[in-house]
């Protein structure tokens, strides 16, 4: 399935676990991590020194932290459509993961 090719140029904490993401075409996106961080794969970002450790990713222009976690740029472009799929896919184990995907 193809989607719009977004491009994250900024972002800034505007509260705990909480970023205000821009994008290349000038939208907006206010996003609350908290509900996703839970799991073996999201679950390390509930650490607020990691979580603030989240950069720009310069080739694929995406948010990434240090642990390898990231996210398409097209969930965070649309975050309210794919919030609550994302937290059950964090609760999810490895194996499950890959087959729901």
Do not use: C
Not at 36 to 52: A, N, R, T
């Amino acid at each position: 399935m193809e989607h719009p090719i977004y491009r994250v140029v900024s972002f800034e904490k505007v509260g705990p676990y909480v970023l205000l993401v821009r994008f290349d075409d000038g939208h907006e996106q206010e996003i609350d991590f908290k509900p996703v961080l839970i799991g073996q794969l999201y679950g390390p970002l509930e650490d607020e020194k990691m979580f603030s450790q989240v950069e720009i990713d310069p080739e694929v222009h995406t948010l990434v932290w240090p642990n390898g976690v990231d996210f398409d740029p097209e969930t965070l472009y649309n975050w309210p459509k794919y919030v609550e799929y994302m937290r059950w896919l964090a609760g999810q184990s490895d194996a499950e993961r890959a087959q729901a995907i």
